[in-house]
T-cell receptor, first 111, second 112 residues
Framework: EDQVTQSPEALRLQEGESSSLNCSYTVSGLRGLFWYRQDPGKGPEFLFTLYSAGEEKEKERLKATLTKKESFLHITAPKPEDSATYLCAVQAQTGANNLFFGTGTRLTVIP | DAGITQSPRHKVTETGTPVTLRCHQTENHRYMYWYRQDPGHGLRLIHYSYGVKDTDKGEVSDGYSVSRSKTEDFLLTLESATSSQTSVYFC???????????FGPGTRLLVL
């Protein structure tokens, strides 16, 4: 069964304190792994798609990496505006057209 | 929100009443999806559409129906709302099969 587990559930960082969020997955043939950011009361906002182990993508203070079993979202020198819930989702190569989402990591960056 | 609107944004209703949520897109994307988001669960797919009048079930489709009569509109109907359907509902769109999905702002539904 396809499954996505995100850790930690919540993370508090001081401004400038770098850290990583983890997304572990099991899927019968990975087509893509997606990272989204979700602010309170809003819909998920697309950040990255990763397709194969070893791939990395960057956007401002965020860098996403992918292995065969997990993905990391590295946050370098975070700012308070990076506070949000970060969602990971995986898509299998076959089967219905949908994404399997994790429950997210709620990040708080303290000034 | 990638040209996606949802209406209403908030709704309170009573058990047993019908409820219809609307998703409207201006991107002319072929695929549209309805998800629900609940505490302790990831987003879960209810139904999706791969074209006008073409729909299929997702993971949690019981108690829900959908319709798509135009490319830009995808309706989600709760025929007889139950308290277990209290949730936040998100619409998403994608240009093609297994392409990136973009989400709308959500509808918060409370069933009393």
């Amino acid at each position: 069964e396809d499954q996505v587990t995100q850790s930690p559930e919540a993370l508090r960082l001081q401004e400038g304190e770098s850290s990583s969020l983890n997304c572990s997955y099991t899927v019968s043939g990975l087509r893509g792994l997606f990272w989204y950011r979700q602010d309170p009361g809003k819909g998920p906002e697309f950040l990255f798609t990763l397709y194969s182990a070893g791939e990395e993508k960057e956007k401002e203070r965020l860098k996403a990496t992918l292995t065969k079993k997990e993905s990391f979202l590295h946050i370098t020198a975070p700012k308070p505006e990076d506070s949000a819930t970060y969602l990971c989702a995986v898509q299998a190569q076959t089967g219905a057209n949908n994404l399997f989402f994790g429950t997210g990591t709620r990040l708080t960056v303290i000034p | 929100d990638a040209g996606i609107t949802q209406s209403p944004r908030h709704k309170v209703t009573e058990t047993g009443t019908p409820v219809t949520l609307r998703c409207h897109q201006t991107e002319n994307h072929r695929y549209m999806y309805w998800y629900r988001q609940d505490p302790g669960h990831g987003l879960r797919l209810i139904h999706y559409s791969y074209g006008v009048k073409d729909t299929d079930k997702g993971e949690v489709s019981d108690g829900y129906s959908v319709s798509r009569s135009k490319t830009e509109d995808f309706l989600l109907t709760l025929e007889s709302a139950t308290s277990s359907q209290t949730s936040v509902y998100f619409c998403a769109i994608s240009d093609n099969f297994q392409e990136t999905q973009y989400f709308g702002p959500g509808t918060r539904l409370l069933v009393l």
